[in-house]
Each structure stands twice: as C-alpha cells, then as structure tokens.
C-alpha cells in the first residue's frame, strides 16, 4: 500500500500572519490530502529572506506557523513537516537547477515583476531566482503533485520547464510533478475589495481574516464586508464578487456546499449572511488558536518536530541531489 502512494509537495512562507485564504486554498487541504498522499510540507523560510525581513520575527513567525500547521491538523507523524533552511540540498540543487534556467523566463514571471514593483528599493537576485529555489524544493522530493492556487500556477509551469529540460539533457532524473487544483474555494477574496485576492500583506487590514484574529475582530470584519446594492442572496461571481466571496467562505467553513448555503438564506438578508460567515469562521478560528498557543508553549516538542522533520526530509532529498551530482558529472570519492 505504502509505496503506491503519489507524494505531494507544498509549502508556505513564515511571512506576516496567514489568512483564511491561505487556510481554505492550501492548509485545510493538507489535512485532507494528508490521508491519500505521502506528504511533504514545509515551511519556506528561504524564501522568506527574498524580502528583508527582521531576523527576531522571521524565528517567531517560523515557530507560529509550524504550531498553526499542526493546530490545524496536519500530522507530523503521517506527513514530513520541516523547515526549508534545514535540508542544505535544497540550496544545493537550486545552484544546479540555476545553469538549466534563462535569465529572460526568470525576468518575464509575474510574480517578479510585481515584487520589484513593491520592493522597488531590493530587486534581489535572490527574488529572480525564487522559482528555481522553488523548483529545486518540488524536485528533491519526485513529487507527483503540488497544490496551487492561480498565483503559484506558473511557477510550477517553469518546475516542469526545467525538470524536463534536466532529464532531456541526460535521462529521466526527475519526476516532473503535475499541478492539484482544489475544488473548494480555490480563491477568497479581500472583504473591502472582492476584486483582489485575500492576502497576508495586504495594505487594509479590515479586508483580510488572520488566523490569529479573535473573536469580535472576526465578527466586525465581515459585518463590514463590502457587498452590493441588490439584497439577493446569490452565487454570482461576476456581478455579485463580495456575496459569491461570503458565500464560499462559509461554505468552506460550515461544510456545507455553496448551493445549500444559497439555500439556507432564501428570503433573508445580507446582515444575516455575514453574521452566519462571521460565526462560522469564529468557530473554527478559537480552538485552532487555543491549540497553537498550547504548543508555542512546548518548545521541546516543537524543536522534536523540526529535528525530526529534517532528518527524514534529508534522506530523501538526498538521494535525488546524488543522482544529479553524478549526471553533471561532479567528482565523487
Ligand atoms: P503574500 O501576501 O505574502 O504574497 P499570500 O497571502 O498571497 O502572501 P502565499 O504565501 O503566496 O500567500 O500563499 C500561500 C498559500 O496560500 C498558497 O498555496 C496560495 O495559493 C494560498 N493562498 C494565498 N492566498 C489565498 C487566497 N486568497 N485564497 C486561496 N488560497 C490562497
Ligand atoms: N512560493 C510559495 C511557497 C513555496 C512552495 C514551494 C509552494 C515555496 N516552495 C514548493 C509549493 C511548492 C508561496 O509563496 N505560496
């Protein structure tokens, strides 16, 4: 049974506080997808420093987000949980993969693009190269399949440019891993503008849910969340974005599917709507959070699940950057 098993490679950066859109489009689904795959999550701090980040924050954020992987379910017995700077081959195999990638795809990916607009001031090599680090962490590990949402979409375009490439210019060293589309709330959108994404750094904090917002931020939140004149309760993306957002989000809370949601709120209103999602999120939200702060409190138990993690993510990792090594020839005694 075991070996049969497809292997599955995510990961999230330990940068600013997750939202809710990073829990319904990639943590949430770890869970699930913990059961039918071998898993391999990890943390990515390494990417992390692509931005400059405060060395102090970077270790907490780092701590917090493991313990909110594990509050939230994932099981670090049943999937490799580790931290990205702790398998040295990751920034092993990147330098290789960087000889088999062009300059020009690097400065054509959107995410570059919109990064250096942001942070105009530290157009870092580092930030040009953070799909080959990318690639590099999927192919250590012959993953089968990577979750993605739209954004992270063609950067595993440019993992399967480069694997094949690899493989073309001597033979098939890497699996080359095909994308997972989630079939709930692939995407949750800003609360005050349903035309973006919900996201960790955005400038209005009132349009994105933190994981780690208690109670009554949640409720005020999404009594403020921008909706339409119209009144109808109904799943539209174009003409109604901030309702069909609500509408998922609850949905994605509540178990329920979007269509019996539409249902339960026939003939009520919009406050009625916000209320249920409000409470829904605020439901799930406290437990998850009394859990994280319980294991913040455990550093043993914590630094046992980096360790750990590590270990069996190196073994693997391993393997394919000695398989690499010897096909581009380098000596080995
Ligand atoms: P940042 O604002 O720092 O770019 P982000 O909130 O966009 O961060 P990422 O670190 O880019 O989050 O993404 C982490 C994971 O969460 C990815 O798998 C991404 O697809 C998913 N994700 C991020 N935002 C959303 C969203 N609004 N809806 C669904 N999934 C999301
Ligand atoms: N770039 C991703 C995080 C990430 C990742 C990965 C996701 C780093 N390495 C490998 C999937 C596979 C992000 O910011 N969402």
Redesign the pocket.
């Given at each position: 049974m075991e070996e049969t098993r497809k292997v599955l490679y995510?990961a999230?950066?330990p940068?600013?506080s997750l939202?809710i859109?990073?829990y319904?489009?990639?943590i949430g689904n770890w869970v699930r997808q913990q059961t039918k795959y071998d898993c391999f999550y990890a943390i990515a701090d390494m990417h992390a420093i692509t931005v400059r980040q405060t060395p102090a924050e970077l270790r907490q954020k780092t701590r917090e987000l493991l313990a909110l992987y594990i509050a939230c379910g994932v099981d670090p017995e049943a999937c490799v949980l580790y931290l990205q700077s702790s398998v040295p081959a990751h920034a092993e195999l990147a330098w290789v993969l960087n000889t088999f990638t062009y300059v020009g795809e690097m400065e054509r990916m959107t995410q570059f693009k919109d990064k250096s607009q942001r942070h105009a001031e530290n157009i870092n090599m580092g930030l040009l190269d953070y799909p080959v680090l990318m690639a590099a962490d999927i192919l250590l590990y012959q993953a089968d399949v990577v979750?993605?949402?739209a954004?992270?979409k063609q950067h595993l375009e440019i993992t399967r440019d480069i694997a094949e490439r690899f493989n073309n210019i001597y033979s098939p060293t890497f699996k080359v891993p095909e994308p997972l589309f989630t079939e709930v709330?692939?995407?949750?959108?800003d609360l005050q503008d349903p035309a973006k994404?919900?996201?960790?750094?955005?400038e209005n904090p009132n349009g994105s849910v933190f994981m780690t917002d208690d109670g009554d931020a949640v409720m005020k939140k999404f009594k403020r969340a921008v909706t339409d004149s119209d009144g109808e309760v109904r799943y539209d993306e174009e003409k109604k974005p901030g309702v069909s957002n609500l509408l998922t989000i609850y949905s994605a809370f509540s178990g329920v599917t979007v269509d019996e949601a539409v249902k339960s709120f026939e003939g009520r209103g919009y406050a009625d709507l916000k209320e249920a999602t409000g409470e829904a999120v605020r439901e799930k939200l406290v437990p998850i959070q009394e859990e994280q702060r319980r294991l913040l409190a455990d550093k043993g138990y914590l630094d046992g699940v980096f360790r750990n993690g590590a270990e069996r993510a190196a073994r693997t990792a391993n393997k394919t950057l000695e398989k690499v090594y010897r096909k581009v020839g380098f000596y080995k005694v």
């Open positions: 995510s999230v950066q940068t600013n939202t859109g990073n319904i489009g990639a979750p993605v949402g954004d992270q709330g692939a995407k949750i959108y994404k919900m996201s960790k750094s955005a």
